[in-house]
């Protein structure tokens, strides 16, 4: 393997789980992706923040994980809030109608005070 494909970590700011995630997000690194997910999602955060600066591609099996993700925060009045996309994300967010789904926002702490407020 020719190094690490995505990194991902978890920050504590104001409150609040941000899941930093750095590299390509596709059927290979899905499974790393989604653990991660779930693990900010099993400390009882009902909002996921996403900080996806650093991801340069994600295909369907990362959508999926979103997906995933989002049908489990839905019924408890959770959201999926992602951060920073690239535009060839936002792009696919946009032509799938995923960003009627997923909201997306430029900055953290926008991310953060609309998980606050919902």
């Given at each position: ?9 978890v ?11 750095a590299?390509e ?9 989604k ?12 909002h ?34 992602l951060?920073?996309c ?13 960003n009627?789904v997923?909201?997306t926002?430029e900055?953290?702490?926008?991310a ?7």
């Amino acid at each position: 393997m020719e190094g690490i494909r995505l990194e991902t970590e978890v920050k504590e700011m104001d409150g609040m789980q941000v899941l930093d995630v750095a590299g390509e997000i596709d059927v290979y690194t899905a499974p790393q992706f989604k653990d991660a997910v779930n693990n900010v999602l099993a400390s009882g955060q009902k909002h996921l923040i996403i900080n996806m600066e650093n991801v340069s591609y994600m295909d369907s099996s990362g959508f999926g994980a979103l997906l995933s993700a989002t049908k489990r925060l839905r019924p408890q009045g959770g959201t999926v809030n992602l951060v920073k996309c690239s535009g060839a994300i936002d792009r696919i967010l946009r032509i799938t109608r995923l960003n009627t789904v997923f909201a997306t926002f430029e900055s953290i702490p926008e991310a953060i005070e609309a998980g606050k407020n919902a």
